[in-house]
């Protein structure tokens, strides 16, 4: 069964570049990819990255993700006030047969 | 433009069942996996489950004896019930559309607003 963890809180300054982290023990092994939602408050989760790499439409290109074995990143460049959120990795465990979700990052732009 | 609408809820009382319901306008209906998550306050994204519109369902082990999801083809809506509520359960809801790829899950790409649910006595 995949596990996620994210670190609880990440502070950047604005228009400096943030790399959130997003570490499974499965990835490797089921090979579902990962996908990363942003969470502003008061609003639902919105998705910037699905099966590793690849961003939906009208998601801006300061958002790229990647994954290096178990480990998933979300980079954020040119940090800006609206980025400020939390940030969940997710992906599909097969076994589970269901989503599973990293505990979230909140993102303080300073 | 894909917008999920969902309704219901609201404040329950403890041993209530809860029922939601999210109607999915402007998009095809078939070939996506259709999810109800939560988020208790405070808290992350919790899956609750899924059905794709044959009404094959997966969900969550540790709910899947209180909860039933089923879709309405005809109306494009899906819709959850989750029985024995306690104040654990209070939480925001959302429906959500789950994107696949060669059978593989890729992504919850489109959302419902929430709905705000309470179990109080």
């Known amino acids: 069964q995949a596990g996620l963890t994210q670190p609880p809180s990440v502070s950047k300054g604005l228009r400096q570049i943030a790399t959130l982290t997003c570490t499974g023990n499965?990835?490797?092994?089921?090979?579902?990819?990962v996908s990363w939602l942003q969470q502003r408050q008061g609003h639902p989760p919105k998705l910037l990255s699905y099966r590793n790499n690849n961003r939906p439409s009208g998601i801006s290109e300061r958002f790229s993700a990647s994954r290096s074995g178990d480990t998933a990143s979300l980079t954020i460049t040119g940090l800006q006030p609206e980025d400020e959120a939390d940030y969940y990795c997710t992906t599909w465990d097969n076994s589970l047969r269901g989503w599973v979700f990293g505990g979230g990052t909140k993102l303080t732009v300073l | 433009q894909v917008q999920l609408q969902q309704w219901g809820g609201g404040v329950l009382k403890p041993s209530e069942t809860l029922s939601l319901t999210c109607a999915v306008y402007?998009?095809?209906?078939?070939?996506?996996?259709w999810s109800w998550l939560r988020q208790p306050p405070g808290k992350g994204l919790e899956w609750i489950g899924e059905s794709n519109v044959s009404g094959t369902t997966n969900y969550n082990p540790s709910l899947k004896s209180r909860v039933a999801i089923s879709v309405d083809t005809s109306k494009n809506q899906f819709s959850l019930k989750l029985s024995s509520m306690t104040a654990a359960d209070t939480a925001v809801y959302y429906c959500a559309r789950g994107m696949a790829s060669y059978g593989r899950r890729v992504g919850l790409d489109n959302w419902g607003q929430g709905t705000p649910v309470t179990v109080s006595s």
């Open positions: 499965n990835f490797h092994v089921d090979n579902q990819g």
């Open positions: 402007g998009g095809s209906f078939s070939g996506y996996y």
